[in-house]
């Protein structure tokens, strides 16, 4: 590809309302029932992914609900031991695998480009694709749990209980394939944005002017990278054991049980940081919009998002102190969860500096980024708590940790991803949200939260373990149960709050101009809701805040020389955001969704016969062929754009 003139980025308007017409209808995805299925835009695919993973949300609660029913009182029979088990399984499984971690990656999906100044995500038809496989993962293991096959063994699913000795039939099965699903998804999201922030910022913003969301998602999606092979290796594993008899997990014939516990955890203590990081990118998107004033120590900030992502890594063992694992070994493991706190802490100093030194605009987001402070020291005092292998071994399998992991979670991700829903909603639908109703479904999140997790504590030091479903009165914990429960209501009365107010905005809110935050950041300057084509302009970045900092007198403030007849977009270098290249982006395809439907298709099949994957791969290379097999138009448009000076 031939590096643009220097001519091309230079001052005055790339064009008119014509112009601007031109590059909505070339990135204009089709209209009507097929379009749908062809759709490659990263807004409409990061809506759907948004819109899917609430849902997923919603059903995980209700599985709560029901859990909290069952355990508000001793010996309630409103679900018998193996329901109980099926919700208990597919509430961690649909919160860990269908929510926590896909909607990070839908937001970003979203913003990401918009925040880089660019028109798209690296590669949008692999966009297409991960979402239909997830959509399709989800719904199956729905489906499953429908019709009485839903997963019994935790959303851990640990070896022997997980093995076929003791989890006969298909429930497991369908579990571990699910796992394929989302990890497919993942990784292909991880992949795209790592090369759409590397290759895809608008010129002049160099790393060291990302914005620190990004610099989140960035190191999120390198996380997911190393994390997730480990736990689809591990369920391809117990899908081997459970079909063809492997022994991977049977120490009778040579495996070992703790295998699976150290590839999971591998996975799974990292994974607390994927859901993590990115409420801490939220964070520092809010903080300086709402302080008014530049974030406070960005390099120290963006160092702290790194080390967290490399330490992370040094955690698993943590969740395994109850194991015969070595206890020399278990002391390093100790410290590295002790060591993990100090980037954290380095960016609560960070953030308490700038709204400490800014002038304070107190709006519903900001009151959940300090909600984050007080939810999130809790559950990190507690976190350090565990880290001592004496007091783990005491409390491992009680509720005490159930409260610590839901104090990590909802504080450390949820509450930042409802003040970042309250925040970008306007960018995402071009209207405000109510700050009336916002507040009042703040304080009842806030409150019921505490309410409902806090008593688990208590539950866990007096000795009620996990995974039961049921308790007798002799035992003294069924008033501490009671106030959970009462906990857990309000805290849903505030999210179904939230809902109410969100399509009520949506449809009758104030109408939001570009920025009605006055925030610094580039998706602020495109329109809300964006045009299709994000930007009619591609803008040219001067500092990290591009809409406080204004460009320099004599500076370009947008590129030109873009074709708008074509999907071509503008690559530029890694480190310094210099222009390098034009490429052309592909239409819009039906093939990724049919080739998500075939891969659908090999993975169930695998679940019945290893026969399907040899027969179902076949499918799965006719749609990847049509996939990729060379569109005439597309050829002689990149030749040309090859051929221009």
């Known amino acids: 590809?031939?590096?643009?003139?220097?001519?091309?980025?230079?001052?005055?308007?790339?064009?008119?309302?014509?112009?601007?017409?031109?590059?909505?209808?070339?990135?204009?995805?089709?209209?009507?029932?097929?379009?749908?299925?062809?759709?490659?835009?990263?807004?409409?695919?990061?809506?759907?992914?948004?819109?899917?993973?609430?849902?997923?949300?919603?059903?995980?609660?209700?599985?709560?609900?029901?859990?909290?029913?069952?355990?508000?009182?001793?010996?309630?029979?409103?679900?018998?031991?193996?329901?109980?088990?099926?919700?208990?399984?597919?509430?961690?499984?649909?919160?860990?695998?269908?929510?926590?971690?896909?909607?990070?990656?839908?937001?970003?999906?979203?913003?990401?480009?918009?925040?880089?100044?660019?028109?798209?995500?690296?590669?949008?038809?692999?966009?297409?694709?991960?979402?239909?496989?997830?959509?399709?993962?989800?719904?199956?293991?729905?489906?499953?749990?429908?019709?009485?096959?839903?997963?019994?063994?935790?959303?851990?699913?640990?070896?022997?209980?997980?093995?076929?000795?003791?989890?006969?039939?298909?429930?497991?099965?369908?579990?571990?394939?699910?796992?394929t699903f989302t990890e497919v998804s993942a990784l292909?999201?991880?992949?795209?944005?790592?090369?759409?922030?590397?290759?895809?910022?608008?010129?002049?913003?160099?790393?060291?002017?990302?914005?620190?969301?990004?610099?989140?998602?960035?190191?999120?999606?390198?996380?997911?990278?190393?994390?997730?092979?480990?736990?689809?290796?591990?369920?391809?594993?117990?899908?081997?054991?459970?079909?063809?008899?492997?022994?991977?997990?049977?120490?009778?014939?040579?495996?070992?049980?703790?295998?699976?516990?150290?590839?999971?955890?591998?996975?799974?203590?990292?994974?607390?940081?994927l859901i993590f990081l990115p409420g801490l990118g939220f964070m520092s998107a809010m903080i300086p919009t709402f302080a008014r004033r530049p974030m406070f120590g960005y390099t120290a900030m963006v160092l702290s998002i790194v080390a967290t992502g490399f330490l992370s890594f040094g955690l698993w063992v943590h969740h395994m102190f109850a194991t015969n694992v070595p206890e020399l070994g278990k002391t390093f493991f100790t410290a590295a969860s002790l060591m993990i706190a100090i980037p954290t802490a380095v960016q609560i100093y960070c953030w308490i500096a700038t709204l400490w030194t800014g002038r304070l605009n107190f709006k519903v987001p900001l009151l959940y980024v300090l909600s984050f402070f007080f939810i999130l020291v809790l559950g990190g005092m507690t976190g350090l708590m565990l880290a001592a292998v004496s007091l783990d071994a005491q409390v491992h399998d009680t509720y005490f940790v159930v409260a610590h992991l839901h104090y990590v979670l909802l504080g450390g991700a949820v509450f930042p991803l409802f003040g970042a829903l309250y925040y970008w909603f306007p960018k995402f639908t071009g209207r405000m949200m109510s700050e009336r109703l916002g507040r009042w479904s703040f304080w009842l999140m806030f409150t019921g939260f505490n309410v409902a997790f806090f008593p688990m504590h208590l539950l866990g030091l007096n000795g009620m373990p996990r995974r039961i479903y049921t308790y007798p009165a002799e035992m003294g914990w069924g008033n501490l149960n009671l106030l959970s429960t009462a906990g857990a209501v309000t805290l849903a009365t505030g999210i179904l709050l939230t809902l109410v107010n969100a399509v009520r905005s949506g449809r009758r809110g104030l109408v939001a101009g570009r920025d009605p935050w006055g925030a610094g950041t580039l998706e602020w300057m495109a329109d809300s809701p964006p045009r299709i084509c994000n930007f009619v302009a591609l803008p040219v970045v001067h500092g990290r805040d591009p809409l406080w900092q204004g460009v320099p007198e004599g500076q370009p403030d947008h590129v030109a020389g873009l074709a708008a007849d074509i999907r071509e977009v503008l690559s530029t270098t890694v480190a310094?955001?210099?222009?390098?290249?034009?490429?052309?982006?592909?239409?819009?395809?039906?093939?990724?969704?049919?080739?998500?439907?075939?891969?659908?298709?090999?993975?169930?099949?695998?679940?019945?016969?290893?026969?399907?994957?040899?027969?179902?791969?076949?499918?799965?290379?006719?749609?990847?062929i049509a996939w990729f097999w060379p569109n005439r138009r597309e050829a002689e448009e990149e030749l040309a754009l090859e051929r221009a000076p």
């Open 188 to 273: 292909l999201d991880a992949v795209i944005v790592i090369c759409t922030v590397f290759k895809m910022r608008a010129p002049g913003m160099s790393l060291n002017r990302i914005p620190l969301y990004v610099w989140a998602m960035l190191v999120t999606a390198f996380m997911i990278l190393f994390a997730m092979p480990a736990v689809a290796l591990a369920s391809s594993m117990l899908i081997l054991d459970r079909l063809v008899a492997t022994h991977f997990y049977n120490p009778g014939e040579g495996g070992d049980v703790l295998l699976w516990q150290h590839l999971f955890w591998f996975f799974g203590h990292p994974e607390v940081y």
């Open 1 to 179: 590809m031939p590096h643009p003139h220097k001519g091309q980025v230079k001052d005055g308007l790339a064009g008119g309302e014509l112009v601007a017409r031109l590059l909505d209808d070339t990135w204009r995805d089709p209209p009507g029932f097929r379009g749908w299925f062809c759709a490659v835009n990263h807004k409409a695919i990061g809506r759907r992914f948004l819109v899917t993973c609430l849902v997923f949300f919603a059903l995980g609660g209700l599985m709560a609900a029901a859990m909290r029913m069952q355990l508000a009182r001793p010996g309630n029979t409103l679900m018998d031991p193996d329901l109980y088990n099926q919700v208990f399984s597919m509430h961690g499984t649909t919160m860990m695998f269908l929510f926590a971690v896909p909607v990070m990656q839908a937001v970003a999906i979203y913003l990401v480009p918009l925040m880089l100044g660019t028109r798209s995500t690296a590669f949008p038809r692999l966009t297409a694709y991960s979402y239909w496989i997830f959509l399709f993962g989800g719904v199956t293991i729905f489906i499953a749990f429908f019709l009485n096959t839903g997963p019994e063994a935790g959303w851990f699913s640990y070896p022997p209980l997980a093995g076929p000795e003791y989890s006969p039939g298909k429930r497991t099965d369908f579990w571990a394939q699910m796992i």
């Open 576 to 624: 310094e955001g210099r222009p390098d290249c034009r490429m052309m982006f592909p239409e819009p395809s039906p093939w990724p969704f049919l080739a998500a439907v075939a891969t659908t298709i090999l993975f169930i099949g695998s679940i019945f016969s290893p026969w399907a994957i040899v027969w179902g791969t076949i499918p799965v290379a006719i749609t990847l």
